[in-house]
């Protein structure tokens, strides 16, 4: 574990893993003062209480996995991506399969990122791990569903990408207005089910 001072009152962890960040961010979470705390997949960025979050950290098994209660989150998803064939043929299988797999995993939300309200989920299932393209598309519609390498995800507005797209959701994943914006926070558990 490496730390970094950021400004007068931020300070970035960095890890080697995800399931180390998990790490971090589940023992830096319960401390008082933390002003805002900022997973990666490789980092944790940590504003506020610095001499606390010093003293918790020399505590942190990065070993063990965390025990929390996250929430569960269920993302309904119209299966008919442009890239659902190929994702079947790259994984040696049918698009029916590539439903099942999709559905019958549980992911956690590792970090959030690129836009606002757009979570990395982790858990995708082996066959489902697949490069991005070869080429990204300008423009990924609002509520796309898709993998590359390790993640899946679902677009909360339309923005350029380069993921695989294998479905659809109409969620609220992002709302400016909300109390919480963001759907989705590191932590949580997500399933998502055929709508």
Do not use: N
């Not at 399931?19 to 990666?40: H, M, Q, T």
């Not at 956690?108 to 757009?118: I, M, S």
Request: charged share 25%; aromatic share 6%.
């Amino acid at each position: 574990m490496l730390l970094r001072r950021c400004g007068t009152d931020a300070l970035l962890v960095e890890v080697d893993s995800l399931a180390e960040v998990a790490a971090v961010r589940a023992a830096l979470k319960k401390l008082d003062g933390i002003e805002e705390l900022v997973p990666a997949a490789r980092t944790v960025l940590v504003k506020g209480a610095l001499p606390q979050v010093r003293e918790a950290l020399k505590a942190v098994d990065l070993t063990k996995a965390p025990t929390t209660h996250p929430r569960e989150i269920t993302i309904p998803v119209v299966y008919d991506g442009p890239d659902l064939d190929l994702v079947a043929e790259t994984a040696g299988t049918t698009p029916d399969e590539v439903v099942k797999l999709h559905t019958d995993a549980t992911y956690e939300v590792a970090f959030c990122g690129f836009a606002p309200g757009f979570g990395y989920l982790t858990g995708l299932p082996h066959p489902l791990q697949q490069p991005r393209l070869d080429s990204p598309r300008t423009k990924v519609p609002q509520g796309s569903v898709g993998i590359a390498g390790e993640f899946t995800a679902a677009y909360p507005r339309a923005t350029p990408g380069g993921w695989r797209l294998i479905g659809r959701t109409e969620i609220t994943l992002f709302d400016a207005k909300a109390e919480t914006p963001a759907l989705l926070q590191p932590g949580d558990l997500v399933r998502f089910v055929v709508a």
